[in-house]
């Protein structure tokens, strides 16, 4: 039996070759059909030059499952977590590898109602049945058909916005190259049919596997250029940025800065609790201070959560929470199956700026000010799980609050921080926050550092 290390805790990746193949693809339909039996299963992929290859072969191992298929095309992600849902079937693989290297894909899957597998959700159980590969002779198989749920999927990003809300603005919006261009030009679209003045300054717009301008990752600095030099060109109101499969918008203010997600959370809680007061909000605990206080201050109540998707979404589920969201760009919406989108929040946000009349900056900067963060520091250590015990042993006495949510969170009157160990790697990951001091926030940090470094 050969052992499959392309299952990850949350989802399928790995190098292309040995470790994700068509063959490997094949198996991995076959067991997703043995393991949940579905009738009807939903597939798409990513603009990466392997996806659609990878695609069908996984395809042609579900129908020998007896599944029938529906293939939606080059789609993201949250197309997928869409199509699962408003099609009603039982299940939906995406075949993406995000912001992986080129030389990487994979697939992230969903159970009816676009429910996350992941590790302890049945992604372990389809890992041992595609390496056991040992799959009954196909009694029938199933069916193959392609369809767009383009115009449904674009119905449903356009519910969460009045458009006669929004003001003249204009937005450069950079797809790197990935899945996002066609979901861009249809809401554009639909902007120009009902005389709404956006303008959209596209940026590396077309879909190319072949990632010319780089791997779409705005998380780390060296992909933020092209946008930011295209808001202070253009003198944009705001910059869009996506990853690969748009699972994560990035958002860039009028002065061409990039915005830390942890600050839009804040920012896309108050847009939801202006529509539904009372509601709850989740969010992750690395950095909260500022997400605690702008719901409290908006009427609604703040939920903490574990870190990760499949963690948010059931405890989304189980709160019925109306949005939730993570420091790293990922935004969950209660009426998108409780799944994530990169398309809903700079709606969001620009139906907000055109409602306060206020540019980004401004909304951004004083929340800035009001909670200064580190942002998420990763340290490569030998043994994390004994460094974060030195950590705790260090500030255990004088902290006002502990919590083991996640890793462990420390609170103290004016400052608090949150280390956590990685799930896939030797890594832990600190992030910092103070009330009003930046100065604070610096120190701590360092402080924490040089312990960790010890």
Known sequence: MSVLSCFKAYDIRGQLGDELNT???????????????????????????????????????????GCDVIDIGVTGTEEIYFATQFLGVDGGIEVTASHNPMNYNGMKLVRDDAKPISGDTGLREIQRLAELNNFPEPIKKGTYTRKSILKSYTDHLMSYISPQNIKPIKLVINSGNGAAGHVIDEIESRFEQSNIPVEIVKVHHNPDGNFPNGIPNPLLPECREDTTKAVLEHQADMGIAFDGDFDRCFLFDEKGQFIEGYYIVGLLAEAFLAKEKGAKIIHDPRLSWNTIDMVSKAGGIPVMSKTGHAFIKERMRKEDAIYGGEMSAHHYFRDFAYCDSGMIPWLLVAELMSRTGLPLSDMVESRIDAYPSSGEINCKLDSPEQAIEAVLEKYKYEALHIDYTDGISLEFSNWRFNLRASNTEPVVRLNVESKGNRELMKVKTSEILCLLNS
Do not use: N
């Not at 991995?28 to 290859?53: C, H, M, N």
């Open 23 to 65: 063959d490997i693809a094949y198996r991995i339909g076959r067991a997703f059909g043995e393991y949940l039996q579905p009738k009807k299963v939903v597939v798409g992929g990513d603009v990466r030059l392997t996806s659609e290859e990878l695609k069908l072969s996984l395809a042609e191992g579900l129908m020998d499952s």
